[in-house]
T-cell receptor, first 109, second 112 residues
Framework: GQNIDQPTEMTATEGAIVQINCTYQ??????LFWYQQHAGEAPTFLSY??LDGLEEKGRFSSFLSRSKGYSYLLLKELQMKDSASYLC??????????WGAGTKLIIKP | SQTIHQWPATLVQPVGSPLSLECTVE??????LYWYRQAAGRGLQLLFY??????ISSEVPQNLSASRPQDRQFILSSKKLLLSDSGFYLC???????????FGPGTRLTVL
């Protein structure tokens, strides 16, 4: 079956760096997406990786290793507004997104 | 720019009642449209997707149905709601199947 694993919850301190990991097993691979979801709101797109390596976008970076079925989202200079759930999703061979359950990130002052 | 709307934002319905949720997209033509449900602590579950008017693919057997009467309109319906239908319903759109999906604000449905 298809599976996406990410930690349920993480805690970090304002101003610090946090890395959220995602491992996947899917039927085919057409890219990996990271979304941010604040409590009670819809997911918003953060990043997309289809080739191995690091994609940087301001304070957020996303890394992919297709051979290892592994990705991480790196958040730098954490701010209180980064408190949210972070969803990892992989597009499979049929162009459907397979979603992880999300990682709830708690930022402490 | 593109905008996606969903309504209502929240809904409380009794078991056995009908349901109609609407989603519309502005600023693009012939989008791919998706209905997802999100239960607490679980990943998003794809319910239906559509690549064009009148074309609906169902991913999960259930008592829900979807229709696409116009290019940028996607409707989720049920004739009789079950308690298990409670959840956060999200509509999304993309340019093509392989592209990023963008979500509407969602409808929180509680079935009592």
């Amino acid at each position: 079956g298809q599976n996406i694993d990410q930690p349920t919850e993480m805690t970090a301190t304002e101003g610090a760096i946090v890395q959220i990991n995602c491992t996947y097993q899917t039927s085919g691979f057409n890219g990996l997406f990271w979304y941010q979801q604040h409590a009670g709101e819809a997911p918003t797109f953060l990043s997309y990786n289809v080739l191995d390596g690091l994609e940087e976008k301001g304070r957020f970076s996303s890394f992919l290793s297709r051979s290892k079925g592994y990705s991480y989202l790196l958040l730098k200079e954490l701010q209180m507004k980064d408190s949210a759930s972070y969803l990892c999703a992989v597009m499979d061979i049929n162009y459907q997104l397979i979603w992880g359950a999300g990682t709830k990130l708690i930022i402490k002052p | 720019s593109q905008t996606i709307h969903q309504w209502p934002a929240t809904l409380v319905q009794p078991v056995g009642s009908p349901l109609s949720l609407e989603c519309t997209v502005e600023g693009t033509s012939n989008p791919n449209l998706y209905w997802y449900r999100q239960a607490a602590g679980r990943g998003l579950q794809l319910l239906f997707y559509s690549v064009g008017i009148g074309q609906i693919s169902s991913e999960v057997p259930q008592n829900l149905s979807a229709s696409r009467p116009q290019d940028r309109q996607f409707i989720l319906s049920s004739k009789k709601l079950l308690l298990s239908d409670s959840g956060f319903y999200l509509c999304a759109w993309s340019v093509r199947e392989i592209d990023t999906q963008y979500f509407g604000p969602g409808t929180r449905l509680t079935v009592l």
